[in-house]
């Protein structure tokens, strides 16, 4: 069967924050067509509509008002500019791109106040935006949506895109990415609704798919953000940087919402919430003696997952004491908790709450420029699926500027960038290659038990214990082996119809993703954030102040080249 043709001028593959912001941008370049191919329902799967929506920025006193009315760039009393990036070069352990991340710190007030004129309504309390502590800001610059929903705002930037003409495929799983002369020039999809292959001609592509948090076990992340944007990018032949800084949650309520996932929110720390063992130790004060349990991400996983491996734990977890947290705060900094205790007729200081860590945000991605270019002419990469901007630890909602600011940059420059140049002719190799896979669907069953769905299963449990919060060489060796045999016979795994298919696609992008998270986390010899070592467990600026760069190479390994960073006030 012949694929669909269709033809854009620029792409953008992904359906939530930055995706959106994307496309948005790219549609204000007049004479251009801009489609956003999306697996699922544009605005309503990946990881941008379960979030809390928390975003991080330096903003005036006051209401909605006083925000849209405040000059660029003009002080604000306790807080500015220089003091959000200095807590994000911080917390990012001084590896981040300092460019890219002073960008964002930059940018994110201008970019926070469109999503306020595209109708998304913040939290407020006595006429005031409502701002919220965390450890790792040193001021209270967290605002968040009404209703702490992801959906607040993915919704109102898919109305947005809707204005603009964006044109939308849904439930399309980009397949592979065409490459004609080192430039982009389309897409293999599949469109899965109506089992057929589209190939989408584009003159850009803005990759902006979110991350890979399905690869382990425990995870924040929704079941289809498996990697995507990383794979295809790196076997179109870009770089990636940064791959083993994964962020791992660690304040999941575990107890007793054991099937749900209920997050406990970091600014509960700063107004007086206390982890302990169940020994009734206040064991953060020794991974932490100043911040203590209101410190970074990477400390409190890290501490967390020490007393679950040394068996000091209740239920699989920590306790959480929320004894010296007022109710009016604890409905503050956890409102969503809250109105579930509410609705169950419960009182959270009533209730015992076990805390667990949880596979949440990757670091690492797509190098990226400021304009969000890749190392592929007219390839660009927004989001989680781009690297560089938080280093070795992102910082409490420092994730939704990202997106709103890179988005905007990248969709500009896609859309400039595909105005000015010429279609590339498309490589029908691709298409050929996938029009073959799925004309040899329905071929015969595994006499083995293995079933994707067990797959899927057995490597988040192995990467887990391999690629998980603490790490050794021995273990990211055995972990590296079993993905690379695993690829080999992913291969020849039977599939049976497109459903199977598309599951295949997706183990195979986690476990390609693993490999390179895995080959990077071998290759840097210290510990630094959130890619802690016990065979070496200090920190090494005099040789490790550095990112690990990941290329492909001929053979199908993957090459790695380490490059100094020189952040600007290190």
Known sequence: MEPRREEVDVLIVGGGLAALRAAIAASEETGLRVGVAVKRKLGRSGSSANTTAGYAAVLPEGGVKDVLEFPEGAAVENDSIETHYRDTMEGGKWVNDPHLARLVCEEAPARLRELLEWGVELKQADGHMLKTPSGDHTFARVVGPKNSLGLDMTLALVRAAEERDVVSFENTMVLELMVSGGKVAGAVCLDRSAGELVVISARAIVLATGGCGRLFSWTSNPVDVTGDGYVLAFRAGARLRDMEFIQFYPWRCIQPFNKTRMPIQPSTFSVGGKLFNSNG????????????DATFRDIAARGIYDQIRSGKVSDGGVLLDISEVSPDDFAKTNPRLNRVFSQRGQKPHDMRMIIAPEAHFFM??????????????GLYVAGETAGGIHGANRLNSNSLPETQVFGKRAGDSAAAYAKDKESSPLPEEAAKRWEEKISSLGGAESTGKKTLKTWRAELGD?????????RNDSSLREGLAYVESQLKELDSFPRGDIKELEEAVEIGNLLETGRLCLTAAMARKESRGAHYREDFPEQDDAEWKKSVILNASTSSAVEVSEISLAPAGA
Do not use: C, N, T, Y
């Not at 953060?284 to 203590?292: G, S």
């Open 281 to 292: 130790e206040r064991f953060m004060e020794k991974f932490d003696p100043v911040r203590k």
């Open 364 to 377: 690492g991605g797509v190098s990226i420029d400021e304009d969000g270019l890749s190392s592929v002419a």
């Open 462 to 470: 192995k990467m887990w214990r391999h690629l998980g919060i603490v």
